[in-house]
């Protein structure tokens, strides 16, 4: 019992316990005949977001990855006491980060979100709470532009002696993620 045990959580966290994946990978069947319970994946889920965290901490893994793979569980999961996590990689990892990992942390977090919308189990006071503070972290972010580094445009601008574009790709890339957060907050702000 226990190589079984073993054996469905493998697939599990390597399919980030997605059954879509899982059969995209042609390992659903396999897993669905262990009927682990949800209390297990539960367990392993926490297992693994803190070892992602733990990994991160380690320069193990990119950030880039610990916030697609944890949003991505959140997501998938309805776990909305791991958002307050989610949002705070930024502070945690992503001080001094450039634009373009910020711009992707954005995208990655407000994807993770719009399933947030449709999930039942969470309040939408919390839901509203949780928006509101993804919502301050970009408009912070769009007041202070002008002071975080943004290497890949520095980077083409000096190979390829141009003048600086003056952000303008990026700066539009955290306005479009501010409008759609803005869409999900009014939805909210509906059923508060």
């Not at 889920?45 to 944890?70: M, P, W, Y």
């Not at 991505?72 to 006491?81: K, L, M, P």
């Amino acid at each position: 019992m226990a190589d079984k045990l073993t054996r469905a959580k493998e697939i599990f966290i390597e399919n980030l316990g997605s059954h879509d994946n899982m059969q995209e990978t042609g390992c659903l069947q396999e897993y669905l005949q262990y009927n682990i319970p949800m209390e297990i994946e539960y367990n392993w889920t926490n297992e693994f977001i803190t070892e992602q965290f733990s990994k991160a901490d380690s320069k193990g893994i990119r950030i880039s990855e610990l916030i697609s793979s944890v949003s991505f569980i959140v997501s998938h999961y309805g776990r909305y006491q791991d958002y307050k996590k989610l949002l705070a990689i930024k502070n945690m990892y992503l001080n001094g980060a450039d634009l373009f990992e910020l711009n992707i942390y954005f995208g990655n977090v407000l994807k993770s979100m719009r399933s947030l919308l449709e999930n039942d189990n969470v309040p939408s006071n919390l839901k509203l709470e949780i928006v509101t503070e993804l919502e301050n972290m970009v408009v912070d972010t769009k007041e202070n532009i002008a002071s975080i580094p943004d290497k890949i445009t520095g980077y083409i601008t000096q190979k390829y002696n141009l003048q600086d574009p003056k952000r303008f790709t990026k700066a539009s890339k955290l306005n479009q993620i501010h409008n759609e957060i803005n869409t999900i907050k009014n939805l909210l702000l509906n059923f508060v």
